[in-house]
């Protein structure tokens, strides 16, 4: 049973930074197209960033030069680093796998197998 379990989330001032953890059991991160989507109050997901088997990443334009997406093989984790946060990051966000090893066009998810609960991220302003 594939389970994925986000942490990290919290309250933030603009300007500061959140590590979000995603920590996959029954599924090889290594192996596959991971990605971290997010969704607003009132708004459909949105893809934040993916990665590829072999590390390629693709980001979204609003995260571009300030989000890290990076997986660790060893704990089997996914991350997303979060810098130079803005009030309109905030959103439920949530991690995702994919069955196939490379990623498509960055879009809200629909395409991906499993899904973790979501972790809560609020910046003020």
């Known amino acids: 049973q594939v389970q994925l379990v986000e942490s990290g989330g919290g309250s933030v001032q603009a300007g500061g930074s959140l590590r979000l953890s995603c920590a996959v059991s029954g599924y090889t991160v290594k192996s596959y197209c991971m990605g971290w989507f997010r969704q607003a109050p009132g708004k459909p997901r949105e893809g934040v960033a993916n990665?590829?088997?072999?590390?390629?990443?693709t980001y979204a334009d609003p995260v571009k030069g300030r989000f890290t997406i990076s997986k660790d093989i060893d704990k089997n984790s996914l991350y997303l680093q979060m810098d130079s946060l803005k009030p309109e990051a905030t959103a439920v966000y949530y991690c995702a796998a994919d069955r196939v090893p490379r990623c498509g066009i960055l879009t809200a998810g629909y395409e991906f197998n499993y899904w973790g609960t979501g972790t809560q991220v609020t910046v003020s302003s």
């Open positions: 990665i590829n088997s072999d590390g390629i990443t």
